[in-house]
């Protein structure tokens, strides 16, 4: 359902692009989004988008800095990433849900996920 790539190893300060290439109905969800998992802490949210209106969240850690968007026509999700920090080094899922939006950021409320991409920023 979801194919997540795009992730590799930057320098801090460069920029990555992460693309979730979606399939079957996934699209008819009520948000996707990324999350991220770093070693030995939990998995954690990242940005959000809403497929009614593209309405976009963010994480304290993601605003400014991450970008998530989405092409309806190719069913894609991106996450475009500038000013990478060590501390963004983690593997990040792509994910949807039918949940409510009040919940986007509990990661219980996701029905698929991708297989996840590995992040590697050094300092």
């Known amino acids: 359902q979801l194919q997540a790539f795009g992730g590799g190893q930057v320098q801090a300060g460069g920029s990555l692009r992460l693309s979730c290439a979606a399939s079957?109905?996934?699209?008819?969800?009520?948000?996707m989004s990324w999350f991220r998992q770093a070693p030995g802490k939990e998995r954690e949210f990242v940005a959000t988008?809403?497929?009614?209106?593209?309405?976009?969240y963010y994480a304290d850690s993601a605003k400014g800095r991450f970008t998530i968007s989405k092409d309806n026509a190719k069913k894609v999700v991106y996450l475009h990433m500038n000013s990478l920090k060590a501390d963004d080094t983690a593997v990040y899922y792509c994910?949807?849900?039918?949940?409510?939006?009040?919940?986007?950021?509990?990661?219980?409320?996701?029905?698929?996920w991708g297989q996840g991409t590995q992040v590697t920023v050094s300092s």
């Open positions: 994910a949807v849900t039918w949940g409510p939006l009040s919940s986007y950021r509990d990661i219980n409320q996701y029905t698929y």
């Open positions: 988008i809403t497929n009614r209106g593209g309405y976009t």
């Open positions: 079957g109905r996934t699209f008819s969800s009520n948000a």
